[in-house]
């Protein structure tokens, strides 16, 4: 809009205008002419500065229609749904991976668990190569363009899967699919409405490290006798679940966000306790080796996790 159009714009607004408020303001702003000269020169300077900012959409859309113009784009709507699905048990079986790892179990069974979770993981894995396989052929038959914000987060999914939780449509990328939503546009709306339904469980799953936290440290021997039973398993099956919670929200609550480096600074606690079973695994593979960084991380996880209930 040129100078000459924003002046007529705001003159017949104006003269449309019968509130003695908004004229009285407006004419205390002329006579303070002088004083805005500074902020005249910065937008001669900076003329973005006159750029609207995106508006905020505070409204949920869900249930729209199927994005479906080409055959990229049918077949990422379609198998949505499935990989949201998979990526939820790939999570699952990604926590309890890492939790076994971090402890370097000797037991028999654990150990023999340990391998069928890492060939069910592998397995799920070559699903993700594939449908990125289909992906780049269906784009390069079509002449389909993928959208770049969209095609880094499908490549870091194969290198952890989970993060298809949170993806969005190839192409229409204010898309998303979840569960009970269906096809949704991400904005603030949806956000604000995940963040209130997420509230109260991530409440009570953080508090169940308390408990965990006092037999870990303080009680281990005495429970562990009083139910005759090695209770190392049960303990590290409750932090896979309370990881997995945290990483589930993170992932899904980031990726729909509009602003994820603003999200992903507020919630720097989820992010530490996201990634402290890494550092655990890294020792494990023989690529850091330095004595007792397992139960520090172990330890440290587990503070993260406290800090994140008293929030």
């Known amino acids: 809009m040129s100078e000459e159009d924003a002046k007529r714009k705001l003159v017949d607004a104006l003269e449309a205008c019968d509130n003695p408020y ?18 005249e020169e910065m937008v ?66 654990v150990i023999i668990f340990q391998g069928v979770m890492v060939r069910i993981y592998l397995i799920g894995w070559l699903v993700y190569l594939l449908d990125f396989i289909i992906l780049l052929y269906l784009a390069r038959k079509t002449r389909g363009k993928i959208a770049t914000s969209e095609f880094i987060p499908r490549i870091l999914s194969l290198i952890f899967p989970p993060i298809r939780l949170g993806s969005r449509h190839i192409q229409k990328v204010e898309l998303t699919w979840l569960p009970f939503y269906g096809w949704c546009k991400c904005n603030e709306g949806l956000q604000k409405q995940l963040k209130q339904q997420f509230s109260i469980p991530m409440i009570v799953i953080a508090l169940l490290i308390i408990p965990v936290l006092l037999i870990e440290w303080k009680f281990y021997d005495e429970v562990s006798a009083y139910l005759n039973t090695d209770l190392s398993f049960l303990l590290d099956v409750v932090q896979a679940f309370i990881w997995m919670a ?16 603003d999200y992903a600074t507020k919630n720097w606690v989820d992010v530490l306790i996201i990634l402290l079973p890494f550092i655990s695994f890294i020792r494990t593979m023989r690529i850091v080796r330095i004595a ?16 994140k209930a008293k929030q």
């Not at 006159?50 to 508006?55: I, V, W």
């Not at 007792?292 to 800090?307: E, F, I, P, T, V």
């Open 246 to 261: 945290f990483a589930f929200e993170f992932i899904l609550m980031f990726f729909i966000s509009t602003d994820k480096m």
């Open 22 to 39: 908004i004229l009285q303001q407006v004419e205390k702003i002329l006579l303070r002419k002088n004083l805005l000269l500074p902020l």
């Open 44 to 109: 001669k300077t900076f003329p973005i500065l006159l750029r609207e900012g995106n508006p905020r959409e505070k409204v949920v859309r869900r249930n729209l229609p199927i994005p479906d113009k080409s055959s990229l784009s049918r077949y990422d709507s379609y198998v949505r749904p499935f990989f949201f699905f998979l990526s939820l048990l790939m999570l699952m079986l990604a926590a309890a991976i890492l939790n076994i790892i971090s402890d370097n179990p000797e037991n028999l069974r």
């Open 292 to 307: 007792r960084l397992s139960q520090l991380a172990r330890g440290y996880k587990l503070r993260g996790l406290l800090l």
